[in-house]
């Protein structure tokens, strides 16, 4: 196989991808029984294009593999098979087996021989014979043809009237015969027909052809191989005398041509056979990384790709036209320039808007993981559980959706593993067997939002405190409400499983979704009701790279904080002011106690004014922490573009990147909930140190 | 700026030798030197963006045609007398690469101005003695004398890979 | 040299087989499956049609099929792609009106070699 072929692989691989998506999915739909025509036929061609796909790109094991599933297939096509329980189960199995093939060729891993054979072997006696599969790519043998080379041969050709409507071409079947050796053709017009009634379309001629030279008679069959069944073909070696003629007529029935035919199929494939080998032991060598878990590549909708072109014309037509306009200036025209000006933002904009929506994919691809895993957990551990998805429509950015799988993998299994009763124990709590997990996506100002609720046992209070107070994290008499208790699932090393399922509950869970989660800008929290279910709600930026910002100053330098993190800001009214105990400052904002946080001590600057008199506080919350940072100035609101602080320096506890401001100079970017930890010393939360001073 | 641009075009001519080639700069009267190979680029000293709670040497961030760069005060760093920055002084861009494997990052020096650039041919520096200098051993390369004046060549990826410039803060509850 | 309406719903194998052919200087055209290849037949004359069998929407006998009732089409050569070795296909084939038809897999070499005797 020559090098160009890998081009093509790539496709190949990923189409093939898509395929086994396809096939899971039908089959996860699909009863035993009642098997649904189309869906069969949508599967079966799956598998057949995966089949034809692997042998041509050289994939021998994946197409050899795949062909026991695709005759399984084609039997239940044509009605022979029956879809039973256990063939979804095993096409299910083989759909795995696949994707971890292919996977392990682009990647150059090893894969998982024993499992892979044991698919196969359940494939195959399903098929009901455990000899060798019909090899695809066959093994070299000498293509050995029943009939030894002649120095010549007689050929009777008469074709049917019918045979050139299929679109052959006698003189390229002559031409084919005159490359093999010595041609020549006598006509028969025999049945020729008057000129009045010949039909130009129909054959009515034949030949009688000697071909000499030394060739087999397999060649010549072959050039007559489509032919066969719309012509008489009498094929006889010359050197036999007449009377062998006429017996060889009978052994060369073209009814009963097969061996001849098998002979030929092998013909065209043997001679590829050795050399494909070659190169596909050559290829394994050298193949390379052409796919990693987060791919470099994305599928954009042309329309968005329209879209883009659109917008980049419009801002060529402002720019020439602002171009223009400052080739021959003067202050008359500057409402003219304050139009351009305009129409070059809304032009920006647009195309900042129309490039963002590039990276933005459904979520139904990070959902569609689901079904599948769902139905092995659910059957593995014994329990009913149905999946709801809804919201799958909603986009998000392509990265961040990537990250954001194993997160809602853990959240997933965590609800099946720990929230979902078994079937007893929800029949004996008056619920029905089966338990609902739903995945729910919404857009809600800058981020998306992401439900994994369940309607099973909720969580246990009790044990959770329990469990904390164990590990030192709550004291022991210390009273928390529920949120807060709720919270503490997200402790590092916190688990409650008494028994470590290897699904979950290996205590490094819940903490790593939560960093995770937070290092992509956004954050988890769960609400619960004992007995009913519990809900755990994800909160993601829509986009990593921008933001929409407040710039404040506090003395010299200008900070944004990200819009999404402020409540308000308002004027510091003394008296709502309070001081506790020497340390924190509270402010009082109608039902709850903000701490105050002076942003200049928090940062190491000098402000303008340290007293709290007619100061300016920007309220912020931040992962479930409020606070009140006093500012010394509120300034413009702006889109930032985040730039990274770690790429040359490193993460700073406080800011979540920088940005560059018109001016060409660097503004940090607030993190909230970063500055709000920083400020806390002793940790607890404001009403609570009210309520203990 | 004039001096910078001239320094680049020196640089540009010496391209062509076989030997390592060296930018030296001055830093309170001691000459320093650093791998030419690393040397992005020379900028005039401008406004800096503090970064909170960062060592005093950490003068803050730049922007760099569109990326956020560290600049580095060498004279705070080796703890010498603070001096104000004016016209001669310069910000020397250098890419750092990272010991441990990774990506390189790119980081300002603040010096006190260029000196020049010196071929220095192989075997040329020698290991650097304790000699009491205010610069840390471990971040010197070695010692060469470049025509009577004795330089100190620094490792860069020693010097700006310290703990308190590289480490990735831990994400803490 | 040759026009070519080449029909796979396997976007790798098209691509394949009009990079092979394209690179021999042949004139191709793709389409996804047998309803869209007729869609683009009835508006232009080919040399050659080179089709899969299994297709969604129509699948390549029924193309063939319907191919050869359109004027243009009598006596286009079309071939089909096929890794059915079973002699049932062939026969349907035929009867619909095929020319013959291409075993996979092949290889590039064995494709042009194949397209080269039908078009001359």
Redesign the interface.
């Known amino acids: 196989?020559?090098i160009?072929?890998e081009?093509?692989?790539v496709?190949?691989v990923e189409?093939s991808l898509e395929g086994l998506d396809i096939m899971e999915s039908v089959l996860l739909d699909m009863h035993p029984g009642a098997a649904d025509a189309e869906a069969i036929d949508?599967i079966?061609?799956a598998a057949?294009?995966i089949?034809?796909?692997a042998?041509?790109?050289g994939l021998g094991d994946i197409?050899n593999f795949t062909h026991v599933v695709e005759t399984l297939l084609d039997e239940v096509r044509n009605g022979d098979r029956d879809i039973t329980q256990e063939a979804i189960v095993l096409f299910l199995s083989s759909v795995d087996c696949i994707r971890e093939m292919l996977s392990a060729d682009q990647n150059d891993e090893a894969i998982d021989q024993e499992r892979i054979g044991e698919v196969k072997a359940g494939l195959d006696s399903m098929l009901g014979s455990d000899q060798d599969n019909e090899t695809?790519?066959p093994e070299s043998n000498a293509a050995t043809s029943t009939d030894t080379q002649e120095n010549g041969w007689e050929i009777i050709f008469k074709p049917f009237p019918g045979m050139?409507?299929?679109?052959?071409?006698v003189v390229?079947m002559f031409?084919?015969l005159a490359d093999l050796g010595d041609f020549t053709a006598v006509v028969d017009a025999e049945s020729l027909p008057p000129l009045v009634d010949l039909d130009p379309?129909e054959a009515c001629l034949s030949w009688h052809i000697t071909l000499n030279g030394e060739i087999d008679k397999a060649q010549i069959s072959e050039i007559f191989?489509?032919?066969e069944?719309?012509c008489e073909l009498v094929i006889t070696p010359l050197s036999a005398s007449n009377t062998n003629v006429v017996n060889n007529n009978a052994i060369d029935n073209p009814v009963t041509d097969n061996p001849v035919e098998e002979a030929t199929?092998v013909d065209?494939?043997a001679a590829?056979t050795p050399s494909?080998r070659r190169a596909e032991g050559e290829r394994r060598q050298t193949a390379r990384k052409t796919s990693s878990p987060e791919s470099s590549s994305i599928r954009v909708g042309i329309d968005k790709i329209d879209d883009l072109i659109n917008m980049v014309g419009e801002l060529v037509i402002t720019q020439s036209m602002l171009s223009q306009l400052g080739e021959d200036f003067d202050m008359g025209r500057v409402e003219r320039l304050n139009d351009g000006l305009a129409e070059l933002e809304r032009n920006t904009r647009e195309l900042q808007e129309s490039v963002m929506r590039i990276r933005m994919l459904p979520i139904s691809f990070a959902f569609n993981r689901f079904p599948r895993m769902v139905h092995d957990l659910s059957a593995k551990l014994d329990k009913k559980i149905e999946l709801t998805m809804s919201g799958e429509q909603t986009e998000l950015d392509k990265t961040v959706m990537e990250k954001i799988g194993d997160p809602l993998v853990h959240l997933v299994r965590n609800s099946i593993d720990h929230g979902i009763e078994t079937p007893e124990a929800r029949k004996a709590a008056g619920k029905s067997e089966t338990g609902v997990v739903n995945l729910n996506a919404y857009h809600q100002g800058g981020n998306i939002i992401i439900e994994i609720s369940d309607d099973g046992a909720g969580l246990n209070y009790e044990k959770i405190l329990a469990k904390a107070i164990e590990r030192g994290l709550v004291g022991a008499n210390e009273e928390l409400p529920e949120e807060k208790v709720y919270e503490l699932l997200f402790e590092p090393g916190f688990s409650t499983a008494d028994v470590v399922s290897d699904v979950s509950g290996r205590g490094v869970g819940m903490d790593v979704v939560k960093r995770n989660i937070m290092a992509l800008g956004g954050g988890v929290d769960v609400k619960s009701v004992p007995g009913e279910g519990s809900t755990f709600t994800i909160r993601l930026p829509l986009t990593l790279a921008i933001l929409d910002g407040q710039l404040v100053r506090v003395g010299n330098n200008t900070y944004i904080i990200p819009l999404v993190s402020i409540v308000e800001s308002l004027l510091v009214d003394q008296k709502n002011v309070n001081e506790i105990a020497g340390k924190a400052e509270v402010y009082q904002l109608r039902a709850d106690y903000l701490p105050i946080i002076r942003l200049y001590e928090v940062f190491g600057i000098e402000p303008d004014q340290r007293s709290l008199d007619d100061g300016l506080l920007v309220v912020v919350e931040g992962d479930g922490k409020k606070g009140g940072l006093l500012v010394d100035e509120l300034l413009g609101q702006q889109q930032v573009v985040i730039k990274s602080l770690e790429t040359n320096f490193r993460r700073v506890e406080g800011l979540s990147g920088a940005t560059i401001l018109g001016d060409g100079t660097v503004a940090l970017i607030v993190d909230v909930a970063g500055v709000v930890r920083l400020s806390r010393e002793d940790g607890r939360c404001p009403s609570e140190q009210v309520a203990a001073a | 700026m004039d001096a910078a641009q001239n320094m680049a075009h020196e640089i540009q001519h010496n391209l062509e030798s076989d030997d390592d080639q060296f930018l030296t700069f001055i830093l309170a009267g001691e000459e320093y030197g650093v791998d030419i190979l690393r040397v992005q680029e020379i900028k005039g000293w401008d406004s800096v963006t503090p970064i909170p709670n960062t060592p005093e040497y950490i003068r803050g961030v730049i922007n760099l045609r569109g990326t956020i760069v560290p600049i580095i005060d060498l004279r705070r760093r080796f703890q010498l007398e603070a001096m104000e920055y004016g016209p001669m002084t310069v910000v020397i861009v250098l890419r750092v690469d990272n010991p441990d494997g990774g990506k390189s990052r790119v980081m300002g020096l603040v010096v006190d101005a260029v000196s020049d650039v010196y071929n220095v041919p192989e075997g040329a520096i020698k290991a650097a003695p304790d000699f009491g200098s205010v610069v840390d051993v471990n971040f010197v390369k070695g010692l060469a004398t470049l025509e009577d004046v004795m330089v100190i060549i620094l490792d860069i990826d020693r010097l700006l890979n310290a703990d308190e410039l590289s480490a990735v803060e831990s994400i803490s509850q | 040299m040759a026009n070519i309406l080449a029909v796979d719903?396997?976007?790798?194998?098209r691509?394949?087989v009009a990079?092979t052919l394209k690179g021999a200087g042949h004139q191709v055209t793709e389409a996804a499956d047998g309803q869209a290849a007729l869609d683009v037949a009835k508006g232009q004359k080919f040399d050659l049609v080179l089709t899969?069998v299994?297709?969604?929407r129509m699948d390549g006998i029924t193309l063939a099929r319907e191919l050869?009732s359109l004027p243009n089409f009598?006596?286009?050569?079309?071939l089909m792609l096929t890794?059915e070795?079973g002699l049932n296909k062939k026969?349907e084939g035929?009867a619909a009106?095929?020319?013959?038809?291409i075993?996979?897999?092949?290889?590039?070499?064995?494709l042009l070699a194949t397209i080269k005797?039908?078009t001359?």
């Open positions: 196989m020559s160009d072929m081009q093509f692989k496709t190949f189409e949508n079966f061609r057949h294009s089949k034809g796909g042998a041509t790109f197409a695809v790519l050139l409507r299929t679109g052959n071409d390229r031409r084919e379309e191989e489509w032919v069944d719309d199929s065209l494939q590829s494909e | 719903d396997s976007a790798s194998m691509q394949m990079f899969d299994n297709m969604p050869r009598k006596f286009t050569p079309i890794t070795a026969q035929k009106g095929a020319t013959g038809w075993v996979k897999p092949f290889n590039p070499e064995q005797k039908v001359g």
